[in-house]
């Protein structure tokens, strides 16, 4: 017997649902990979290079500003793409509100205080899941977050997965457990 029913779910969004610098995705192994390549180097500059720099004049001021140079690298790899998110969520009113989506075959439904939409599936680009959240891109700059948190039971999580893969064949990337 074919499941015919529409998923509820209930949703509080987080800015950790959105963006979590240490969760395990490509994104953040880029980030990752690229600030250790980038100690590595300054640290091999300053290792091979310290005693030419320190023979000039204003010397220390030189690896001073290296290491500023570093630091602000970093935290430009690693910490500010967390803090816009959270700027994000606290500048606008919109993402905190509690929304609900009702994901059937027809598409996706969703509901606020202020807004209501009906998205078909048509409208969709892709779907990806990871541990945590379903998220359906509907381009390169905008998506709906799902957090699993919302969800009522796993049956509705197998559900979702069961639709997307009946209405969007070839664009997503659904987990199998």
Known sequence: ???TRDVIIDVDL??????????????????????????LIVHDLYR???????????????????????????CGLLLFPYLRVRAMFRKSQFLTKARRYTIGNGGIATKTDDAATDSKWSAFRNVFETPAVFIFALSPFQAMHVPKRCFASTDDIARVRDLVRENLPGKSKLRND
């Not at 192994?29 to 980038?38: E, F, N, P, T, Y």
């Not at 030419?52 to 970093?74: E, K, N, P, R």
């Open 1 to 3: 017997m074919q499941d």
């Open 14 to 39: 987080k800015p950790n649902d959105v963006y979590t610098p240490l969760s395990w995705n490509r994104g953040n192994l880029v980030r990752w990979v690229a600030s250790i390549l980038i100690c």
């Open 48 to 74: 091979n290079s310290r005693e030419t720099i320190l023979s000039f004049d204003g010397g220390g001021s030189i690896l001073a500003i290296m290491a500023l140079l570093l630091v602000l690298v970093l």
